[in-house]
């Protein structure tokens, strides 16, 4: 049992207040997933030649000591290339002007206990173990902004309770995804994508359902069609909440086992998987709340 939550602002003047409006959604989460917790945000992009890289250092003998001022003196002298870093504790966003895989080649060959957690134009991440309120204190989430994010409180079913198996989970970039349930086929997900070259980095169910879909969108999918070959393809229960730059998506199973409510009004778009980590938005009185129907695309555009 997981719990998922999702804010899409559509005010401008609310994307100062995404995060404050956020926590309460997650911590109402908890008793769904006590163990550990993340979220995805999705701002303004960067300049097309730049990307962000967000990284965990917690696997590190420094912990949240590392020392990102001498990883970023690092990357400007070996890979000549303009480099910044804002750091949270054991987390921080690399901006960097050049060719990502260069820096993420660079980086395990070099610091291979550093964890990368995202890759984009839009994207920052973070995810931890402890319960949905340490983690937001820990990264002060009250403080984000941006158009919409994505998060999910864990209590681990099927894999270790690390940060590393923590959700969301990303492939690509700019994509993640959240998920209550259960696959029952991720192995076989994993056989038919390893000959494309594709890479997993946990033992989660959820990672190869990540990577499914980010697959079939790099094949030239647009995100409705992956989806569609996601109910064709990953069978088990689910409720999954994907985000890219510029969209929020959500669909359950054909079972629809798996809890989510959704509550749209004119500012906002709103999903958790229970309505109380909803009850404290503004104005849900009036918001059109319901329950997303099983194998359905529900699709928001930021």
Not at 12 to 35: C, D, K, W
Not at 172 to 190: A, K, Q, T
């Amino acid at each position: 049992m997981c719990g998922i939550v999702g804010l899409l602002v559509k005010t401008p003047a609310l994307r100062e207040q995404l995060g404050s409006l956020m926590v309460p959604m997650l911590i109402g989460m908890t008793e769904r997933g006590p163990e550990s917790a993340g979220l995805a945000v999705f701002g303004a992009p960067t300049k097309d030649a730049e990307r962000k890289i967000s990284l965990y250092s917690g696997l590190t003998e420094e912990g949240a000591d590392f020392n990102w001022a001498g990883l970023v003196h690092e990357l400007r002298e070996h890979l000549d290339m303009a480099v910044e870093a804002h750091a949270r504790g054991n987390h921080a966003v690399l901006t960097v002007q050049a060719a990502p895989e260069a820096v993420k080649r660079h980086l395990r060959e070099k610091h291979p206990k550093l964890h990368i957690l995202s890759t984009g134009r839009s994207i920052d991440l973070y995810k931890d173990v402890g319960t949905p309120a340490q983690v937001a204190e820990r990264y002060g989430f009250e403080d984000l902004v941006g158009s919409h994010l994505v998060g999910h409180t864990r209590m681990a079913t099927e894999s270790a309770i690390t940060p590393d198996r923590a959700h969301p989970f990303t492939a690509g970039e700019d994509f993640c995804l959240v998920h209550n349930g259960s696959l029952s086929n991720p192995n076989g997900i994993r056989r038919k994508l390893e000959p494309h070259g594709i890479h997993f980095d946990t033992d989660n169910d959820t990672e190869a359902a990540c990577r499914f879909l980010e697959w079939r969108m790099r094949e030239g999918d647009g995100l409705e069609a992956a989806l569609q070959k996601g109910f064709e393809e990953l069978d088990g229960f689910y409720t999954f909440l994907m985000g890219t730059p510029d969209k929020l998506a959500l669909i359950r199973d054909p079972f629809a086992c798996k809890p989510a409510i959704v509550a749209e009004s004119d500012d906002y778009v709103a999903i958790a998987s229970e309505f109380r980590s909803l009850a404290h938005l503004p104005d849900i009185k009036n918001a059109k709340v319901f329950e997303p129907a099983p194998e359905e695309m529900y699709v928001w555009n930021a």
